[in-house]
């Protein structure tokens, strides 16, 4: 027992006297461990976080020394080296985390005074926050947070949604006191204490210099026709107080100009500046030229900053001819004779002053009131002669009784255009002969469609009538077209109708089939008449077809939930043009479409025009309004290249009467108009031609119909043709609609 007690003594002297060789051995560790991970922290320059080594006061743990370690320390390895800490009496703190992306600006070269940043960081400190600094300055740039629910999608751990409700981040950044050349930009998240967490760095070219580029669309050519000139282009300035000036041989005409949205120059022009300098880049404007010589003269136009220094110009030599002139033309009648007791004259007239139009017959003055009407595909076709601004109804029409002319009778009819003064400026004349009516009948069996493409198209039908040799001429928007008219043996005619007009020594070959080459015709409305004549020249019967020429064709298909999970980027490949996603159906608003937000966000990344349609349950004029505001919610605002459809079609509206249905059809399409989107109707063949009213809604709204065949023969006007339903495409499992669209949007 006393050799026990005195080894005992013997190791408490002992432990004693090392006691501070422990605690010096354990300082020394600690310091070797602290700076290992500062000359860690040193070569990481992207990934590592901070170490840091503290000391804690807490009661609990017996005042232990607790290390915050980094993401890429391994505590394990570290535990392993300092032998002194166990893992009992370890306490480490994880260090707030952060990630950060700048989406812009990307490239190395920013072009303008100012720039937008956009981006998202996200960290497990609530209190971080992002600085911006330039060549090691801090801008103090003011810093916005947004929302990115594709950043907490996407990005796991940072804290999450808690910790960054808005990980997305805007700025403005001021580049007006940068030099011009290279220099650093840095963006910087810091925790509460300032500590820098995650940084982006980047070399850039910042080209501040203030400058501009300019576009003058109209007036096109060398060659202004008219007292007024429509003026159109754009100009793109870094300078946002830059305005425009339009000289005339030296002189400033003081004209106001006009600034408009145009999404296709700052798509297509970058720099200068941008969408924050220049807001609307178009320009329209109405040139004066009343008061300007006839000849040649010199146009500039100039693009000057806040201080009217001289960015950018455009000189042109033009001839202006501003002399009052007109040009007419008579589109009926065609031919040299009228039968019946009514004269109807249309046409369309252009004129660069103020103008009125008046009719004779024989040199007598008809005092009668001529209607005018809107004529877009003149104001498109023929220009000069004052444009839209003198001419905002060129079209006429005039309805004339001439029953108490005789008849068989040559007359000659005169149009004059006339100016305020009543000063003839133009007239057209023409000898018409007045004739009775005479019995004849005309039918066109074919085409039944009303889309054409390719070359030609050829009409079939048949023609009876009491006077023999009567003959068949095909017009084309007023014109005669010389076609080879093919006529043909029609027995089942001649059986048909003998007893009124008399047999085959009368008619012989009643059908006809004629081709008509479309090419030399622009794409669009045409209207195709085919008239049939007696031997003496004498009208016997029209038919007349509207038909929309067609050059270009686009694909395009529709969706909805039904095809979910769409890889819209082979879908591209694939050749689609255009895409039109279901928004929802009826009038609830928890009924949006489950794959709506998916199918839009994914089409406009993949550069896919879109536009929308909604499944109608509507019963009366109320639910159709309900119907169209419900859409508007699920839109919010999105832009829409295509219109907004709807899709008519359900059983229970097939007790619904036209007139109703149509009103139906107007209140949601005008609703949706009124709001900034283009509207249309969906439908199939039977519904768009028995159940609405298309000749008044389709001069209002485009027209997608359903038919699935091997051509489209419906007879009103469409814009979209869906034929089938049964397509395939890669990136989509199972079937899909597929479309032509007949018009570019």
Known sequence: MKRFFSVLTVIIIVINISSPII?????????????????????????????????????????????????DIDTEELNDDAQPFSNETENLIQKAQARMCVDEPFGNYIDGKIINIVGWFLCSDTSAKLKIYIDGKDTNTDISRVEREDVLRAVPGYGGRVSNPKPGFTATLDLSKVTYGNHTIKYVVLDGNGIELQKVEKTVTIDNRTKARMCVDEPSGNYIDGKIANVAGWFLCSDTSAKLKIYIDGKDTNTDISRVERED???????????????????????????????????????????GIELQKVEK????????KARMCVDEPSGNYIEGNTLN?????????????????DNEEQKIYIPREEREDVLRAVSGYGGREYNPMPGYKITLDISKYTKGTTHKIKISIVDENNNEITTSEKQIQFFSNDIGELCLDLPTRT?????????????????????????????????????????????????????????????????????????GSHTVEIKLYSKEGKLLATKSKLISVVKNIYFGIDVSKWQYGIDWRAVKQEGVNYSIIRVGYGQTLSNKDAYFEANYNSCVQNGIPVGVYTYSYALNVEEARLEAYAVLNWLNGRNLRLPVFWDVEDKCQNNIDRDTLTAMADTFCSIIQNNGYKAG?????????????????????????????????????????????????????GKVDCNWFYKRY
């Open 451 to 523: 889309v054409f493409t390719g070359d030609n198209i050829t009409f079939i039908g048949w023609e009876m009538s009491q006077l023999p040799d009567s003959n068949i001429k095909l017009y084309v928007d007023g014109k005669e077209t010389k076609v080879t008219t093919k006529r043909l043996l029609r027995e089942d005619v001649i059986a048909a109708r003998s007893w009124r007009y008399g047999g085959k020594d009368v008619n012989p070959n009643p059908g006809y089939e004629i081709t008509l080459n479309i090419n030399q015709y622009n794409e």
């Open 345 to 361: 004259i249309n046409g369309w007239y252009l004129c660069n002053v103020k103008s009125n139009i008046k009719l004779y017959i």
């Open 681 to 733: 109707i969906y439908g199939n063949k039977n519904w768009l031609t028995n159940k609405l009213n298309m000749g008044y809604l389709q001069q209002k709204y485009d027209v997608w119909v359903a038919q699935y065949y091997h051509e489209c023969t419906y007879e009103g006007r469409y814009d979209i043709w869906q034929y089938t339903s049964e397509g395939y495409l890669s990136g989509i499992s």
């Open 23 to 71: 605690f010096a051995v354990n300082e020394s560790i600690n310091t070797t461990i602290t700076e290992n991970e500062d000359e860690k922290n040193k070569q990481n320059t992207t990934n590592s976080i901070e170490n840091k080594t503290i000391e804690s006061t807490n009661d609990e743990k017996n005042n232990e020394e607790s290390i915050i370690i980094g993401n």
């Open 265 to 307: 120059v700052l798509r297509a022009v970058p720099g200068y500046g941008g969408r924050v300098s220049n807001p609307k880049p178009g320009f329209t404007a109405t040139l004066d030229l009343s008061k300007v010589t006839y000849g040649n003269h010199t146009i500039k136009y100039v693009v000057l900053d806040g201080n």
């Open 317 to 324: 030599t033009v001839t202006i001819d501003n002399r009052t």
